[in-house]
Nanobody
Framework: VQLQASGGGLVHTGDSLRLSCVASDGFFNRYAMAWFRQAPGKEREFVAAIGQSLTTDYADSVRGRFTISRDNDKDTVYLQMYNLQPEDTAAYYC????????????????WGQGTQVTVSS
């Protein structure tokens, strides 16, 4: 499956932004979808995931500020980000794996290209 992420940009502290990731696969509803991010010089880190059954999981650093959702009719997963902080600055990647969520990047089989989010103070 191919994943196409979009929605990144340059925002100020406290602003909101919504990322989207469209999958080119007719079996989108079988996949658990996730967002990871990677800042320069740092390892890729888990942000949020949503499973086939709509189970969600969040990194502690974003819980309460970010919301992951999916629209199976549009083969799209979203990441709504509120109250963005400079430490949220990173390239954001969407990823897919069959069925269940995971926080481990190595367990995801498909990746989209990154979309850059930059939060200025």
């Amino acid at each position: 499956v191919q994943l196409q992420a979009s929605g990144g940009g340059l925002v100020h502290t406290g602003d909101s932004l919504r990322l989207s990731c469209v999958a080119s696969d007719g079996f989108f509803n079988r996949y658990a979808m996730a967002w990871f991010r990677q800042a320069p010089g740092k390892e890729r880190e888990f942000v949020a995931a949503i499973g086939q059954s709509l189970t969600t999981d969040y990194a502690d650093s974003v819980r309460g500020r970010f919301t992951i959702s999916r629209d199976n009719d549009k083969d799209t997963v979203y990441l709504q980000m509120y109250n963005l902080q400079p430490e949220d600055t990173a390239a954001y990647y969407c990823a897919a794996r069959l069925y269940t969520v995971s926080q481990r990047a190595i367990e995801y089989d498909f990746w989209g290209q990154g979309t850059q989010v930059t939060v200025s103070s």
